[in-house]
């Protein structure tokens, strides 16, 4: 299965945004993809969030705050999750997943820390 | 509401079998595409398996075909994963979701493969 490859952690001060990326291998184009976005807390089962595939085609899971977003940057092939406002609340792993065939596949996660 | 059970898991030596079973309810079972998703400890999510609606379509991750089988009873609202020939690193915790977007997850069941 390709690789999706998440940087393991980051960082952000409640009140800032955080900028949370999922870079997809050469050969699978973000463009073409619609990209899931999971948040994980320790004990607990992964949440969805959100898919996104273009501005005018995304959708948020059930109860998912609004300053929850997705987008893409086709130059570097790469979903990106948004938060705004930072909440100590929003600390956890985070997880792209993408359907590029028959087959499913996570990134890596990364941990968001809320400083 | 959308609620998600699984079942089965425990401790098994390897090359041992296990079948575990997904409870489904709060949905019109039938109507949506099942996953199996695992997480090893400490480590990220692994998509298994998944099966539609109907049983028509199946599929697998490599690190499993051949060894898991998927299968479901709309009858009884219910998911399964056959698991043969375990190995060690197949111990994680095994979730179920429901629907390509993985919008709605169980609470999990930790299998342990150990001598």
């Known amino acids: 299965q390709p690789v999706v490859t998440q940087p393991p952690s980051s960082s952000a001060s409640p009140g800032e945004s955080a900028r949370l990326t999922c870079t997809l291998p050469g050969d699978i184009d973000v463009g073409s993809n619609n990209i899931y976005w999971y948040q994980q807390k320790p004990g607990s089962p992964p949440r969805y969030l959100l898919y996104h595939f273009s501005d005018s085609d995304q959708g948020l899971g059930s109860g998912v705050p609004s300053r929850f977003s997705g987008s893409k940057d086709a130059s570097a092939n790469t979903g990106i999750l948004l938060i705004s406002g930072v909440q100590s609340e929003d600390e956890a792993d985070y997880y792209c997943m993408i359907w590029p065939g028959n087959a499913c596949v996570f990134g890596g996660g990364t941990k968001l820390t809320v400083l | 509401e959308v609620h998600l059970v699984e079942s089965g898991g425990g401790l098994v030596k390897p090359g041992g079998s296990l079948r575990l079973s997904c409870a489904a309810s709060?949905?019109?079972?039938?109507?949506?595409?099942m996953n199996w998703v695992r997480q090893a400890p400490g480590k990220g999510l692994e998509w298994v398996s998944s099966?539609?609606?109907?049983?028509?379509?199946?599929s697998y991750a490599d690190s499993v075909r051949g060894r898991f089988t998927i299968s479901r009873d709309n009858a009884k609202n219910s998911l399964f994963l056959q698991m043969n020939s375990l190995r060690a690193e197949d111990t994680a915790v095994y979730y179920c979701?429901?629907?390509?977007?993985?919008?709605?997850w169980g609470q999990g069941t930790l299998v342990t493969v150990s001598s």
């Open positions: 099966i539609s609606g109907n049983s028509g379509y199946i």
């Open positions: 979701a429901r629907d390509s977007s993985a919008s709605y």
């Open positions: 709060g949905f019109p079972f039938s109507s949506y595409s």
